[in-house]
Protein backbone atom coordinates (compact mmCIF):
# COMPACT_ATOMS: atom_id res chain seq x y z
CA UNK A 1 0.00 0.00 0.00
CA UNK A 2 2.49 2.69 1.10
CA UNK A 3 4.74 2.11 -3.00
CA UNK A 4 1.27 2.67 -4.66
CA UNK A 5 0.20 5.78 -2.68
CA UNK A 6 4.21 7.00 -3.29
CA UNK A 7 3.65 6.32 -6.68
CA UNK A 8 0.45 8.30 -7.18
CA UNK A 9 2.15 11.07 -5.60
CA UNK A 10 3.05 13.93 -7.65
CA UNK A 11 6.88 14.82 -8.67
CA UNK A 12 7.84 17.97 -7.39
CA UNK A 13 9.47 20.26 -10.02
CA UNK A 14 12.28 22.20 -9.11
CA UNK A 15 11.47 25.91 -9.42
CA UNK A 16 14.23 28.40 -10.34
CA UNK A 17 14.33 31.61 -7.68
CA UNK A 18 13.12 34.34 -9.28
CA UNK A 19 15.09 37.18 -11.02
CA UNK A 20 15.96 40.37 -9.05
CA UNK A 21 14.20 43.07 -10.82
CA UNK A 22 16.07 45.83 -12.71
CA UNK A 23 15.67 49.02 -14.30
CA UNK A 24 12.97 48.98 -17.30
CA UNK A 25 15.68 48.72 -19.73
CA UNK A 26 13.12 48.21 -22.07
CA UNK A 27 11.88 52.48 -22.29
CA UNK A 28 13.77 54.02 -25.16
CA UNK A 29 16.35 56.34 -23.84
CA UNK A 30 17.66 53.30 -21.31
CA UNK A 31 17.75 50.64 -24.57
CA UNK A 32 19.59 54.01 -26.23
CA UNK A 33 21.71 54.23 -24.02
CA UNK A 34 22.77 50.67 -23.45
CA UNK A 35 23.45 50.64 -27.03
CA UNK A 36 25.87 53.30 -26.31
CA UNK A 37 27.31 51.41 -23.68
CA UNK A 38 28.11 48.21 -25.97
CA UNK A 39 29.66 51.04 -28.53
CA UNK A 40 31.49 52.90 -26.35
CA UNK A 41 33.34 49.79 -24.28
CA UNK A 42 33.79 47.93 -27.87
CA UNK A 43 34.98 51.13 -29.87
CA UNK A 44 37.82 51.48 -26.69
CA UNK A 45 38.99 47.68 -27.04
CA UNK A 46 38.99 47.81 -30.97
CA UNK A 47 40.38 50.79 -31.06
CA UNK A 48 43.49 50.00 -28.72
CA UNK A 49 43.51 46.78 -30.15
CA UNK A 50 43.90 47.56 -34.11
CA UNK A 51 44.29 51.57 -34.03
CA UNK A 52 48.08 51.01 -33.61
CA UNK A 53 48.08 49.13 -36.76
CA UNK A 54 46.86 51.58 -39.22
CA UNK A 55 50.04 53.08 -40.05
CA UNK A 56 51.44 49.90 -40.93
CA UNK A 57 48.59 49.37 -44.45
CA UNK A 58 45.55 50.11 -45.65
CA UNK A 59 44.00 46.80 -44.66
CA UNK A 60 42.69 44.81 -48.14
CA UNK A 61 42.15 45.95 -51.73
CA UNK A 62 38.79 47.28 -50.57
CA UNK A 63 39.82 49.40 -47.76
CA UNK A 64 42.53 50.92 -49.96
CA UNK A 65 40.35 51.92 -52.73
CA UNK A 66 37.64 53.22 -51.02
CA UNK A 67 40.10 55.11 -49.24
CA UNK A 68 41.02 56.23 -52.79
CA UNK A 69 37.70 57.18 -53.18
CA UNK A 70 37.21 59.44 -50.47
CA UNK A 71 40.59 61.49 -51.42
CA UNK A 72 39.35 62.11 -54.83
CA UNK A 73 36.22 63.20 -53.68
CA UNK A 74 38.37 65.45 -51.21
CA UNK A 75 40.31 66.88 -53.84
CA UNK A 76 38.05 67.92 -56.20
CA UNK A 77 36.96 65.18 -58.15
CA UNK A 78 33.04 65.26 -59.65
CA UNK A 79 30.72 63.12 -57.49
CA UNK A 80 29.43 61.52 -60.41
CA UNK A 81 32.72 61.27 -61.99
CA UNK A 82 33.03 57.52 -61.62
CA UNK A 83 35.25 55.79 -63.90
CA UNK A 84 38.51 54.91 -62.60
CA UNK A 85 41.20 54.69 -65.34
CA UNK A 86 43.66 53.03 -62.41
CA UNK A 87 41.41 50.11 -62.48
CA UNK A 88 42.09 48.09 -66.28
CA UNK A 89 43.81 50.92 -68.28
CA UNK A 90 43.65 52.63 -70.48
CA UNK A 91 39.92 51.41 -70.96
CA UNK A 92 39.14 52.14 -67.26
CA UNK A 93 36.05 50.88 -65.48
CA UNK A 94 33.12 52.31 -63.75
CA UNK A 95 32.83 51.60 -60.36
CA UNK A 96 29.25 50.23 -59.03
CA UNK A 97 30.33 51.21 -55.42
CA UNK A 98 28.07 53.24 -53.63
CA UNK A 99 28.69 56.86 -53.76
CA UNK A 100 27.44 57.41 -50.65
CA UNK A 101 30.02 55.64 -48.64
CA UNK A 102 32.35 57.66 -50.51
CA UNK A 103 30.94 61.46 -49.69
CA UNK A 104 30.28 59.99 -45.97
CA UNK A 105 34.22 59.17 -45.23
CA UNK A 106 35.22 62.03 -47.30
CA UNK A 107 32.87 64.54 -44.86
CA UNK A 108 34.19 62.89 -41.65
CA UNK A 109 37.83 63.33 -42.90
CA UNK A 110 36.93 67.47 -43.66
CA UNK A 111 34.86 67.91 -40.72
CA UNK A 112 38.28 66.14 -38.65
CA UNK A 113 40.30 68.21 -40.60
CA UNK A 114 39.20 71.45 -38.53
CA UNK A 115 41.04 70.02 -35.11
CA UNK A 116 44.02 68.00 -36.48
CA UNK A 117 46.65 68.18 -39.60
CA UNK A 118 45.32 66.46 -42.96
CA UNK A 119 47.35 63.03 -42.12
CA UNK A 120 45.84 63.02 -38.62
CA UNK A 121 42.22 63.39 -40.07
CA UNK A 122 42.77 60.77 -42.63
CA UNK A 123 44.05 58.56 -39.73
CA UNK A 124 41.25 59.11 -37.35
CA UNK A 125 38.59 58.51 -40.16
CA UNK A 126 39.84 55.36 -40.88
CA UNK A 127 39.81 54.28 -36.92
CA UNK A 128 36.24 55.79 -36.10
CA UNK A 129 34.24 55.09 -39.46
CA UNK A 130 34.02 51.72 -38.91
CA UNK A 131 33.66 52.30 -35.21
CA UNK A 132 30.26 54.55 -35.52
CA UNK A 133 28.31 51.41 -37.07
CA UNK A 134 28.28 49.75 -34.32
CA UNK A 135 26.04 51.82 -32.90
CA UNK A 136 23.40 51.60 -35.31
CA UNK A 137 23.79 47.41 -35.12
CA UNK A 138 23.73 47.37 -31.44
CA UNK A 139 20.26 49.68 -31.28
CA UNK A 140 18.99 47.60 -33.45
CA UNK A 141 19.94 44.06 -31.93
CA UNK A 142 18.33 45.56 -28.80
CA UNK A 143 15.68 46.65 -30.68
CA UNK A 144 14.86 43.30 -31.78
CA UNK A 145 15.66 41.69 -28.46
CA UNK A 146 13.16 44.11 -26.91
CA UNK A 147 10.38 43.31 -29.25
CA UNK A 148 11.50 39.05 -28.91
CA UNK A 149 11.24 39.60 -24.78
CA UNK A 150 8.08 41.34 -23.99
CA UNK A 151 5.45 39.04 -23.72
CA UNK A 152 7.98 37.71 -20.51
CA UNK A 153 8.40 39.16 -17.59
CA UNK A 154 12.19 39.32 -17.95
CA UNK A 155 12.36 41.63 -20.70
CA UNK A 156 14.67 44.02 -19.23
CA UNK A 157 17.31 40.93 -18.36
CA UNK A 158 16.57 39.92 -22.23
CA UNK A 159 17.82 43.19 -23.17
CA UNK A 160 20.76 43.35 -20.51
CA UNK A 161 22.19 39.57 -21.47
CA UNK A 162 21.78 40.89 -25.53
CA UNK A 163 24.17 43.86 -24.07
CA UNK A 164 26.46 41.53 -22.58
CA UNK A 165 27.10 39.51 -25.28
CA UNK A 166 27.74 41.99 -27.79
CA UNK A 167 30.47 43.37 -25.52
CA UNK A 168 31.74 40.16 -25.20
CA UNK A 169 31.49 38.50 -28.07
CA UNK A 170 34.16 40.02 -30.18
CA UNK A 171 34.29 37.71 -33.38
CA UNK A 172 31.18 40.43 -34.17
CA UNK A 173 33.33 42.82 -35.05
CA UNK A 174 35.38 41.36 -37.79
CA UNK A 175 33.65 44.05 -40.30
CA UNK A 176 33.82 46.88 -37.69
CA UNK A 177 37.62 47.65 -36.51
CA UNK A 178 39.37 50.49 -37.22
CA UNK A 179 40.76 50.56 -40.82
CA UNK A 180 37.58 48.16 -42.41
CA UNK A 181 36.43 51.69 -44.13
CA UNK A 182 34.57 49.05 -46.97
CA UNK A 183 30.63 48.63 -47.17
CA UNK A 184 30.33 45.42 -45.29
CA UNK A 185 29.76 47.14 -41.96
CA UNK A 186 27.26 49.75 -43.39
CA UNK A 187 25.57 47.00 -44.67
CA UNK A 188 25.07 44.91 -41.55
CA UNK A 189 24.08 47.65 -39.81
CA UNK A 190 21.16 48.64 -42.08
CA UNK A 191 19.85 44.73 -42.28
CA UNK A 192 19.62 44.93 -38.90
CA UNK A 193 17.97 48.14 -38.42
CA UNK A 194 15.93 46.57 -41.26
CA UNK A 195 14.87 43.48 -38.99
CA UNK A 196 14.23 45.28 -36.16
CA UNK A 197 11.64 47.33 -37.80
CA UNK A 198 10.44 44.35 -38.97
CA UNK A 199 9.09 42.70 -35.98
CA UNK A 200 7.62 45.85 -33.90
CA UNK A 201 3.43 45.50 -33.98
CA UNK A 202 1.21 47.77 -32.27
CA UNK A 203 -0.58 50.35 -33.72
CA UNK A 204 2.55 52.83 -34.23
CA UNK A 205 4.18 52.27 -37.73
CA UNK A 206 7.64 53.59 -37.27
CA UNK A 207 9.36 50.12 -37.52
CA UNK A 208 7.50 49.21 -40.79
CA UNK A 209 9.12 53.27 -41.94
CA UNK A 210 12.21 51.64 -40.44
CA UNK A 211 12.14 48.83 -41.96
CA UNK A 212 11.10 49.87 -45.61
CA UNK A 213 14.02 52.64 -45.18
CA UNK A 214 17.17 50.58 -44.46
CA UNK A 215 16.42 48.09 -46.78
CA UNK A 216 16.29 50.58 -49.38
CA UNK A 217 20.00 52.02 -48.59
CA UNK A 218 20.85 48.82 -47.55
CA UNK A 219 20.60 48.03 -51.44
CA UNK A 220 21.89 51.23 -52.76
CA UNK A 221 25.26 49.96 -50.80
CA UNK A 222 25.47 46.44 -52.09
CA UNK A 223 24.14 43.43 -53.11
CA UNK A 224 25.18 41.04 -50.81
CA UNK A 225 22.54 41.04 -48.49
CA UNK A 226 19.67 41.51 -51.46
CA UNK A 227 18.42 37.62 -50.02
CA UNK A 228 17.88 38.52 -46.36
CA UNK A 229 16.02 41.79 -47.42
CA UNK A 230 13.91 40.10 -49.73
CA UNK A 231 12.48 37.66 -46.86
CA UNK A 232 12.08 40.87 -44.26
CA UNK A 233 9.94 41.64 -46.96
CA UNK A 234 7.95 38.53 -47.79
CA UNK A 235 7.63 38.09 -43.95
CA UNK A 236 5.61 41.56 -43.82
CA UNK A 237 3.60 40.63 -46.49
CA UNK A 238 2.61 37.11 -45.40
CA UNK A 239 1.91 38.82 -41.82
CA UNK A 240 -1.12 40.91 -43.78
CA UNK A 241 -2.13 37.68 -45.30
CA UNK A 242 -2.99 36.37 -42.39
CA UNK A 243 -3.55 39.24 -40.17
CA UNK A 244 -5.71 41.95 -42.47
CA UNK A 245 -5.29 44.84 -39.95
CA UNK A 246 -1.38 45.00 -40.70
CA UNK A 247 -2.24 46.62 -44.10
CA UNK A 248 -1.76 50.03 -42.47
CA UNK A 249 1.95 48.87 -41.64
CA UNK A 250 2.88 46.91 -45.37
CA UNK A 251 1.58 50.34 -47.11
CA UNK A 252 4.20 52.52 -44.70
CA UNK A 253 6.91 49.76 -45.03
CA UNK A 254 6.29 49.90 -49.34
CA UNK A 255 6.02 53.21 -49.48
CA UNK A 256 9.83 53.64 -47.27
CA UNK A 257 11.51 50.80 -49.10
CA UNK A 258 10.45 52.51 -52.97
CA UNK A 259 11.17 56.37 -51.98
CA UNK A 260 14.62 55.58 -50.12
CA UNK A 261 15.62 53.08 -52.58
CA UNK A 262 14.74 55.62 -55.24
CA UNK A 263 16.15 58.68 -53.78
CA UNK A 264 19.87 56.81 -53.01
CA UNK A 265 19.59 55.56 -56.81
CA UNK A 266 19.19 59.16 -58.10
CA UNK A 267 21.93 60.98 -55.36
CA UNK A 268 24.87 58.12 -56.14
CA UNK A 269 23.96 57.29 -59.96
CA UNK A 270 25.15 59.67 -62.96
CA UNK A 271 21.95 61.29 -64.64
CA UNK A 272 23.63 59.19 -67.76
CA UNK A 273 23.46 55.88 -66.37
CA UNK A 274 19.82 56.01 -65.13
CA UNK A 275 18.91 54.05 -67.71
CA UNK A 276 21.31 51.15 -67.59
CA UNK A 277 21.02 48.10 -66.28
CA UNK A 278 23.28 46.27 -63.85
CA UNK A 279 23.69 42.53 -62.00
CA UNK A 280 25.96 43.90 -58.94
CA UNK A 281 24.51 46.68 -58.59
CA UNK A 282 21.60 48.40 -57.84
CA UNK A 283 20.37 49.83 -61.28
CA UNK A 284 17.47 50.78 -63.37
CA UNK A 285 16.26 47.06 -63.47
CA UNK A 286 16.32 46.58 -59.77
CA UNK A 287 14.79 49.85 -59.12
CA UNK A 288 12.15 49.15 -61.00
CA UNK A 289 11.35 45.97 -59.59
CA UNK A 290 11.21 47.16 -56.58
CA UNK A 291 8.99 50.45 -57.25
CA UNK A 292 6.92 47.61 -59.22
CA UNK A 293 6.79 45.49 -56.42
CA UNK A 294 5.86 48.15 -53.49
CA UNK A 295 3.25 49.70 -55.96
CA UNK A 296 1.78 46.46 -55.65
CA UNK A 297 1.74 45.91 -52.30
CA UNK A 298 0.06 49.21 -51.55
CA UNK A 299 -2.34 48.21 -53.93
CA UNK A 300 -2.91 44.74 -52.27
CA UNK A 301 -2.94 46.08 -49.17
CA UNK A 302 -5.47 48.79 -49.78
CA UNK A 303 -8.08 46.53 -52.68
CA UNK A 304 -7.79 42.98 -50.77
CA UNK A 305 -7.87 43.97 -46.86
CA UNK A 306 -11.44 42.54 -46.41
CA UNK A 307 -10.88 39.42 -48.72
CA UNK A 308 -10.00 35.94 -47.45
CA UNK A 309 -6.58 35.05 -46.77
CA UNK A 310 -6.38 33.21 -49.93
CA UNK A 311 -7.41 36.10 -51.64
CA UNK A 312 -4.72 38.17 -50.55
CA UNK A 313 -1.93 35.45 -51.01
CA UNK A 314 -2.76 35.10 -54.53
CA UNK A 315 -2.41 38.70 -54.94
CA UNK A 316 1.13 38.90 -53.42
CA UNK A 317 1.96 36.00 -55.86
CA UNK A 318 0.56 37.94 -58.43
CA UNK A 319 2.79 41.19 -57.11
CA UNK A 320 5.91 39.28 -57.02
CA UNK A 321 5.50 37.78 -60.74
CA UNK A 322 5.19 41.63 -61.31
CA UNK A 323 7.95 42.18 -60.46
CA UNK A 324 10.18 40.02 -61.61
CA UNK A 325 8.44 40.29 -65.18
CA UNK A 326 9.37 44.14 -64.54
CA UNK A 327 13.11 43.50 -63.82
CA UNK A 328 13.97 40.79 -66.45
CA UNK A 329 11.77 43.42 -68.84
CA UNK A 330 14.47 46.39 -67.65
CA UNK A 331 17.50 43.43 -68.63
CA UNK A 332 17.94 40.13 -67.78
CA UNK A 333 20.60 40.63 -64.12
CA UNK A 334 22.44 37.60 -63.37
CA UNK A 335 19.85 36.40 -60.68
CA UNK A 336 17.05 36.32 -63.42
CA UNK A 337 19.76 34.25 -65.77
CA UNK A 338 20.91 31.84 -63.43
CA UNK A 339 17.58 31.14 -62.35
CA UNK A 340 15.95 30.21 -65.76
CA UNK A 341 19.03 28.78 -67.08
CA UNK A 342 19.95 31.35 -69.43
CA UNK A 343 23.44 30.66 -71.12
CA UNK A 344 26.63 31.84 -70.20
CA UNK A 345 24.90 35.39 -68.61
CA UNK A 346 26.41 37.38 -71.29
CA UNK A 347 24.36 40.68 -69.32
CA UNK A 348 26.84 40.17 -66.60
CA UNK A 349 29.55 39.47 -68.85
CA UNK A 350 29.19 42.62 -71.41
CA UNK A 351 29.50 44.71 -68.63
CA UNK A 352 28.13 44.27 -64.99
CA UNK A 353 29.11 47.88 -63.86
CA UNK A 354 29.37 49.91 -67.12
CA UNK A 355 32.34 48.83 -69.36
CA UNK A 356 31.97 47.39 -71.78
CA UNK A 357 35.42 46.22 -72.73
CA UNK A 358 36.81 43.71 -71.29
CA UNK A 359 40.65 41.96 -71.37
CA UNK A 360 40.23 38.37 -70.91
CA UNK A 361 43.55 37.71 -69.33
CA UNK A 362 42.89 40.34 -66.94
CA UNK A 363 39.12 39.08 -65.93
CA UNK A 364 40.12 35.54 -65.58
CA UNK A 365 43.41 36.86 -63.26
CA UNK A 366 41.11 39.02 -61.53
CA UNK A 367 38.35 36.21 -60.90
CA UNK A 368 40.98 33.07 -60.01
CA UNK A 369 41.91 35.60 -57.06
CA UNK A 370 38.86 36.11 -55.15
CA UNK A 371 38.06 34.10 -52.76
CA UNK A 372 34.64 33.48 -53.77
CA UNK A 373 35.22 32.85 -57.20
CA UNK A 374 34.60 29.26 -57.00
CA UNK A 375 32.55 26.90 -59.49
CA UNK A 376 28.71 26.51 -58.09
CA UNK A 377 29.36 22.18 -58.54
CA UNK A 378 32.52 20.56 -58.35
CA UNK A 379 32.09 19.47 -61.94
CA UNK A 380 29.49 21.16 -64.22
CA UNK A 381 30.70 20.73 -68.18
CA UNK A 382 27.58 21.73 -69.21
CA UNK A 383 27.70 25.10 -67.75
CA UNK A 384 31.41 25.90 -68.38
CA UNK A 385 32.20 25.21 -65.09
CA UNK A 386 35.39 23.02 -63.95
CA UNK A 387 37.12 21.56 -60.62
CA UNK A 388 39.14 24.69 -58.83
CA UNK A 389 37.42 27.27 -60.86
CA UNK A 390 39.29 26.74 -63.94
CA UNK A 391 37.71 27.44 -67.42
CA UNK A 392 37.19 24.26 -69.14
CA UNK A 393 37.13 26.20 -72.53
CA UNK A 394 38.85 29.28 -72.39
CA UNK A 395 36.45 31.28 -74.69
CA UNK A 396 33.65 29.84 -72.51
CA UNK A 397 33.89 32.86 -69.63
CA UNK A 398 30.82 31.70 -67.93
CA UNK A 399 32.42 30.03 -65.28
CA UNK A 400 33.41 33.53 -64.23
CA UNK A 401 29.98 34.72 -62.77
CA UNK A 402 28.95 30.99 -62.05
CA UNK A 403 31.87 30.61 -60.04
CA UNK A 404 31.24 34.42 -57.99
CA UNK A 405 28.27 32.12 -56.83
CA UNK A 406 29.67 29.20 -55.43
Not at 258 to 283: E, G, M, N, Y
Request: net charge positive; aromatic share 8%.
Amino acid sequence: MMRQTDAKEPRRRMRLPPLPDLPDLTRPRRLVLAALAVTVIVSVYLGVRDGPGLSLGYGDTDDAMRLVLARQLLHGRGWWDQKEMILQPPVGVYLHWSRLLDGGIALMQRILAWFVNWSQAETATRCLWPLLWIFPAATATLLATRKLGEQTASASWAVLIAAVVMVLDQPLYNQFHPGRIDHHNAQMAFFLLAFAGAVQTGPRLWGAALAGSATGLGLAIGLEALVFEAVIGAALALRFVFAADEAARLSRYAQALALSTVAAFLIQTPPWRWSLVACDAIAFNLVAAIVTASGAMVLAAGLTRARHPLIRLLAFAVAGGLAVRRCRSAGETLLARLCTGGGALSACLAAPSGPRHHDGRALAAWALGLALARPAAGDAPNRGLAPLGRPSDPDDRGWLCHGALG
